[in-house]
């Protein structure tokens, strides 16, 4: 078998002929086109009803294949062009060696038409296909026209073809063929059996990939076919082109082979990167993606695989199960859930929403380093939702203090009105408050605190809790209380208690009597308290 040297071949041209003559070869994907509907993957839901459909012979008069590009659309158009023209059909699959199916194959029958509405999309090349659908077919059992990209026609080409679609003459079949169903007209999708193709996994794509290499005779790792697979994005076609191209470089394809045939940054790149725009600093992000610029990875690739880097860490701080959801080995979702623990959901949907607009910029043609840079510079120096809460409520705060002082209004009446969070009455919180006992564990929700949200951390780092009952009680200042309140912070609260000490208290308050509030700790006590929680061993002597 000879091998083509430049890879671009597997893009550009169809055959690539040795020279001499002697040999000709096949990009994998044509080489490996499924020949029957027992061999397409990832579209059981529709080779099923096909092969049904052809075995009772309820053919219908016009199909509509929908879906992403790459999944089966036209190799499914083309073996059902042969099924219902087979001489010898086997359980509704072609059988590939009449003389129909292999004309059909090597396109020597003209009564198969395969169109392209992309350059064919005017109202004279529809009026011309309907001017031979008066002729009956010669060698075959159906005219069969696969119409592909038919949502590129034009309004009047539609028009012209819509009469032909709801009453065409009997040895007529049309496969439309799309990407974007939605730029159909409505009076065509009702003409037409519509079959939505599906998106292929990772792994079924890994499967095939294997499959492949195994008849060509190299060798490629299951890791590096998930890979393949989850840039693919589902489709087939792209995954195999991939794969060809892979083999140009090396005949045992792992990661990294992929990674340098793909322009990818890869697993620990993403990750280093990740942890500098955690640490919010700029300045390492910057020279990162300068490195990365120099090893000529694409600002587009870099661009997808942080924005699947944060999918996946949304994923994991969301469900109870990420494995199910994220495409990756055990040792790398191990890293991405320990990188998830940085990482609030608020943030990570900010980062993912920056991300998608730096990709939208990217995508019209904009210098797309210095596009990513600046997306850099956003995420490191990104606030957090609640920080940005947070100073709002005390921007707010202070314009009505300084009003007061202004205005002269007394010190009672500038006090903003309690917030209702608090479900407890005042003489019930008292009570409560009273009765409660100091929670010897406070200092553990406060570390854990410091990793989630700036603002809380700030606002509770040094302050007491108790227990009593089902409630927390926390002794702070007004200001904190109405941080508190905020249900973005009631959440946040209640998911920490819950992650760290294993269980949810309601929240409120300390606010005890007069009497018990004499009892109070001294000033020393205090002090003592506070170094303990940051972790001083102190003598009781």
Known sequence: MSVCRDATVFFLCVTVSVK????????????????????????????????????TGRVAHAYLFTGSRGIGKTTCAKILAKAVNCLHPKDGDPCGEC?????????????????????????????????RLAFAPTQTKYRVYIIDEVHMMSDSAFNALLKTLEEPPQHVLFILAT?????????????????????????????????????????IEHDAALLIGRIADGGMRDAVSLLDQCLTRSQLVDEQVVRDAAGLAGHEHILELSQTIYRRDAAAAIIMLDRLYGMSMDMLHLGDELLSHYRSLMIINTVSKPE????????????????AKNY??????????????????????????TEMELALMKLCRQADEDDKAVIAALEQ??????RAVREGIPAAETKPKQPEAPPV???????????AQPFDRWSEVIAALEKESNALFSMLNG??????????????????????????????????LEETIGTDYRLAPYRPSAAAGSKEPSQADRLLERARSLGANISED
Not at 30 to 39: L, N, V
Not at 324 to 333: G, H, M, N, S
């Open 463 to 496: 302050s007491r809790a108790f227990v009593s009952d089902r409630y927390l009680l926390i002794e702070t200042t007004d200001m904190a209380a109405d941080l508190l309140n905020q249900s973005a912070s009631k959440a946040i609260m209640h998911r920490i």
């Open 99 to 131: 003389e129909v199916c292999r004309g059909i194959e090597n396109e020597s029958i003209t009564e198969v038409v395969e169109m392209d509405a992309a350059s064919n999309n005017g109202v004279g090349d529809v009026r011309d296909l309907q001017e």
């Open 324 to 339: 199910e959801l994220i495409i990756a080995t055990t040792e790398q979702l191990a890293e991405l859930k320990e990188d």
């Open 179 to 219: 990407t974007e169903v939605q730029a159909l007209p409505a009076t065509i999708l009702s003409r037409c059996q519509r079959m939505d193709f599906r998106r292929i996994s990772a792994e079924d794509i890994a499967g095939r990939l294997e499959e492949i290499a195994a008849r060509e005779g190299v060798i």
């Open 425 to 435: 009455a005042n003489d019930r919180l008292t009570q409560i408050s009273d009765a």
């Open 397 to 402: 705060r202070v314009k009505t203090l300084e």
């Open 20 to 55: 001499g003559g002697a040999a000709v070869y096949r990009v994998l994907y044509r080489k490996y086109r499924p020949p029957t509907f027992a061999d397409v993957w990832g579209q059981a839901h529709i080779t099923e009803i096909l092969r049904k459909q052809i075995t």
């Open 344 to 369: 609030p959901l608020s943030r990570i949907m900010g980062i993912i929403d920056t991300l998608q607009g730096t990709m939208e910029r990217m995508g019209r043609g904009a210098q797309r380093r």
